[in-house]
């Protein structure tokens, strides 16, 4: 249904220029077509974009580099080598998504505006390259595209010139469904998925298993390899280049802004945001003519503090949950695929198995302060290990130590993996690659997404198809308890429902160890009831678990053995019986209190 009316929305829009527009008035036909020329190019670009900025959060301000490089590469082969401008295209595209790797690299090591002020400087330092290398750019001056071989005039499809705007139409609405579709593609997929898990949680993407730096870089390239494309078919039909249009930053913030007006990050926003503003400003272009030129620039500011101002998350973000509530059937979940929730002991506990994760003498220090000092532990197969100790005792750097979170000033740690062998890994997809899971003291939902598409991105890991994750995630989720919230946005889940969420994420991933940081820690008698039966059912699917919990209840219940850590110290290890009656334990942690109360 949506696919339907999506294809007759596109349709009318190539529709309009194309054929109505001539059948109603001949004359200023050209003109309109020039327009919608520009719509399809802009509204390309704007998508292409909104796969980096969009999807991912990394508002980049230098993507007519690409924008530039695809023009410059048509134009120069053409010019030197003869060649025709489609070749152009697609070589402009490659050596753009090699300089956009290039680029990246540098640029996303750093956050926020930092990031968004390197690529301007990149696109300046680009420019500058042009203006300077002006035996082959034609440098400030520009470059006619060339159009007559002698006295030939190089026209016709091959070389992308022609007489009729009709063409140009096609060739540029061509793009703009190009570049829709690559959007559409990237949105669905596990790239996808992980592009708005890096942009709504960094830490919590890294969590899952996402390699956020290859993300960001894909991205980055594909973003680059489509704005690259539209460069060069856009500099052949503006019949001329120069340093100044091609890489300029005036249309990198226009194109930011059409995605920004149409609804960050969603697919067709790009699209409306183009539609709603680029007709707009050429209408004022023509009104106010050439005595007020550059005024319709006023024109974006006032769209866009209109839109800001009044529909936060652009016209689809704020307009489209609005017709879907009105008008779309709410997207169920299918009954039948979901799971019983965890209600005991479903499964007889399989005995413990060997050692899989080893930690020699961890250390951590931050300046001056020793958070874990020399501490050593081993987990085994389906074994539940809990910690305890004081707040700032260090428990929950270890957590960072034994998921990669932070390296260790000193120590090692090693896991085995399910062939055997053992691995040290660096870094916390190498731990997720190893069957480490883990979740986070303070919650850490994707907080735009729902329950359902939170859980997914665990299920990722498993598995490329986004079928098989959301069957995962569905199954995963209700044993959670979760299977009523599903379609719920996790921000507006209970601190109960988001201690779930948590877990039921870290569990979607498959893992052979599960590292819980205090995941009963705010929830009532009720919830750790149905907490500790979670974790014993997890045990006993085999997976082994590191809980660290104050709540001394649940932990003595859930626990094989425990460890108590004092002032990043390992103090005593044992038994959960053998815990409750250390002395060294009752006098740093526990307090004679709980001693009396337990006995
Ligand atoms: N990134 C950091 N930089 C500097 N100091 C840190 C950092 N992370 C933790 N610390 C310090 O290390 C010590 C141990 O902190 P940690 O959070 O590991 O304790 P914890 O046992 O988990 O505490 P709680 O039970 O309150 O969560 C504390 O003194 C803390 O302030």
Known sequence: MRAAAAIAGLFALFAVPFWVIPAYDAEAAGFWQHIFVT?????????????????????????????????????????????????????????????????AWPCLRLRGP????????????????????????????????????????????????????????????????????????????????????????????????????????SAFAISAGLTSLVGSFHGIYLNFIDPETMFSLPTAIQVAMFALIGGLGTVSGPIWGTLLVVPIAEAARGWLGAGANGLHGLVYGVVLVAVVLTMPHGLVGSIGPWLRRRFGAARAVDPTRIAAPVTGDAIARPPIGPVILEAQGLTRRFGGLIATNDVSLTLREGEVLGVIGPNGAGKTTLFNLLSGFLPPSAGTLRVMMPDGSWVTPSAPHAFAAAGVARTFQIVQPFAGLSVLENVMLGAFHQTRSATEARRIAEEVATRCGLGALLL??????????????????????????????????????????????????????????????????????????????????????GTPDEIARNPAVIEAYLGEDYVHVAA
């Open 488 to 573: 719920a946005e996790a921000r507006s889940l209970t601190v109960g429902g988001a201690k779930r969420l948590e877990v039921a994420r870290a569990l979607a991933m498959g893992p052979r160890i599960l590292l819980l940081d205090e995941v009963m820690a705010g929830l009532n008698p009720a919830d750790v009831t149905a907490a500790v039966e979670l974790v014993k059912a997890v045990r006993d699917s085999g997976v082994a678990v590191i809980a660290i919990e104050h709540v001394m209840a649940a932990i003595m219940a859930i626990s094989d053995r425990i460890i108590v850590i004092n002032s990043g110290r390992m103090i005593a290890e």
């Open 39 to 103: 719509i399809f190019v802009f509204a390309a670009m704007a998508c292409a974009w909104n796969i980096l900025g969009g999807f991912a959060g990394q508002l980049s301000l230098g993507q007519t580099i690409f924008y530039g490089i695809g023009g410059y590469a048509a134009a120069l082969m053409n010019q030197h080598f003869g060649l025709i401008p489609w070749i152009g295209m697609f070589a402009g595209a490659a050596v753009s998504v090699v300089v956009a790797v290039l680029i």
């Open 114 to 217: 930092f990031f968004t002020l390197s690529t301007i400087a990149f696109l300046e330092v680009i420019r500058l390259l042009a203006i300077h290398f002006k035996d082959w750019t034609g440098g400030s001056a520009g470059l006619p595209v060339p159009m007559f071989v002698g006295t030939e005039l190089r026209i016709g499809w091959s070389w992308m010139l022609f007489r009729e705007k009709e063409n140009y139409l096609v060739i540029a609405f061509g793009l703009l469904v190009l570049a829709l579709i690559a959007s559409w593609l990237v949105r669905r997929s596990r790239l996808g998925f992980s592009l708005v898990a890096v942009r709504e949680r960094e830490d919590a993407a890294r969590a899952v298993g996402i390699n956020t730096t290859a993300v960001k870089l």
